[in-house]
């Protein structure tokens, strides 16, 4: 086994500097924080700004819902493979402790962190790409699961979360990997609106997003490192891949100890003091050939797409079909009428002031919003509910 540990020169230089007083707060303070309705959310020295928006997050109903959202395997019932609620807290634990060193504000890490996937569908990816094409194809317009996730938290439920929050989930996209990431501004929430805007219209413009921060810079490359070798190990809980299928990982070692260790170690070697995040080429040069690696053996096989392609996509389908013609006509008895805006426009969320009242949004809008919102085991029930003689999913039972 191969662990990292920091050169003699950094560690010497980071003691030095927590010695003497002289760290580095690199990081975006709190009183840069911007909010759309500044009068509201007003911070307090016990709760400040990216303190309020991680209890806003954590305390919404759509952060229960992590629980029972596929990570990469759907078809599993094995509670010893990860679901989105285990990912997005690795990717909290991992940015934190890079950032704890860099001197970065750890509280607007976790409000991105615990963030950045509230958009995500039920069944991961796979799940994104067929609501993506289904709303495309009625409306001109891409669905992408960070686009969502600050809809979810901006548009759906007005949290009155901060600008840098915001901007960090947006630009989160875990998928494009980079060696170095520099902080691209956003001044302002129009500029916000506008980024998603592009994004709606072009998915090109989504893959070009830069965060705002060197706090939603760490996060990107985090919600790499926390799935690389985590993917891996549940392939192999899955029957996948064998423990002893061999992939020469380079520099950044093995197995995903190593690779979360290693992976660490160097962004702090290379970006400590600096206005960037960095890794060495030797090491991203090793994720990259990691993450093809999962694409090719995981994400990709046949044993994963093949339930997507030929069960998924038709479920999400029909659903869609129907639930936008529940709304169309006004079938105020549907699901999504009693389960979703109900829910939405009524108790506890009347106090969200929206610039739209929620069922005048466009039905096909409506629809995406609900499906994107709902769990896994939600949407085979609901599917069995509306469809009981269509062929639903056969998962791989405990003793299987």
Request: aromatic letters at 12%; a negative charge.
């Amino acid at each position: 086994m191969k662990y990292d540990t920091l050169s003699k020169e950094i560690q010497d230089r980071i003691c030095y500097d927590r010695q003497h007083g002289t760290s580095l707060k690199m990081g975006f303070s709190d009183d840069m924080a911007q909010r759309r309705i500044p009068e509201r959310d007003r911070p307090t020295l016990w709760r400040p700004p990216f303190v309020r928006d991680t209890d806003k997050i954590l305390h919404s109903a759509y952060y229960n819902r992590f629980t029972d959202k596929t990570q990469v395997f759907s078809f599993y019932k094995n509670d010893d493979i990860a679901r989105r609620a285990l990912h997005v807290q690795l990717v909290s634990r991992i940015a934190r402790t890079i950032g704890s060193v860099l001197g970065l504000n750890l509280d607007l890490i976790e409000a991105i962190a615990l963030g950045h996937d509230m958009g995500h569908t039920p069944f991961g990816h796979a799940g994104e790409t067929y609501l993506d094409e289904l709303y495309f194809s009625e409306t001109g317009r891409h669905f992408a699961h960070n686009v969502h996730s600050v809809r979810v938290l901006d548009g759906i439920f007005p949290y009155n979360i901060t600008l840098q929050t915001l901007n960090g989930i947006l630009s989160h996209n875990g998928e494009i990997e980079c060696d170095e990431y520099r902080p691209s501004p956003m001044e302002s929430f129009s500029d916000l609106d506008a980024a998603m805007e592009g994004c709606y219209k072009d998915q090109a413009n989504n893959r070009s997003l830069m965060p705002s921060t060197l706090e939603g810079c760490l996060v990107r490359i985090c919600d790499i490192i926390s799935y690389l070798g985590k993917d891996r190990q549940d392939a192999q809980k899955a029957g996948l891949i064998a423990k002893e299928d061999a992939f020469e990982y380079g520099a950044i070692g093995r197995i995903n100890a190593e690779i979360i260790n290693n992976l660490s170690v160097n962004i702090i070697e290379n970006s400590y003091g600096k206005p960037y995040i960095k890794m060495d080429q030797r090491y991203f040069d090793a994720l990259s050939a990691v993450k093809r690696s999962n694409y090719q053996q995981i994400y990709q096989s046949p044993a994963v797409v093949g339930p997507q392609r030929d069960v998924i996509r038709p479920m999400f389908e029909r659903l869609y079909r129907k639930l936008v013609d529940d709304v169309k006509t006004g079938r105020r008895e549907s699901p999504v009428f009693r389960d979703h805006i109900a829910f939405i426009t009524s108790g506890s969320n009347r106090h969200y002031v929206r610039p739209l009242p929620y069922e005048e949004t466009d039905p096909h809008t409506i629809v995406t919003d609900y499906i994107a919102s709902m769990t896994d085991d939600y949407f085979v029930e609901l599917h069995q509910y509306l469809f009981p003689r269509e062929k639903t999913i056969q998962y791989h039972g405990y003793f299987q």
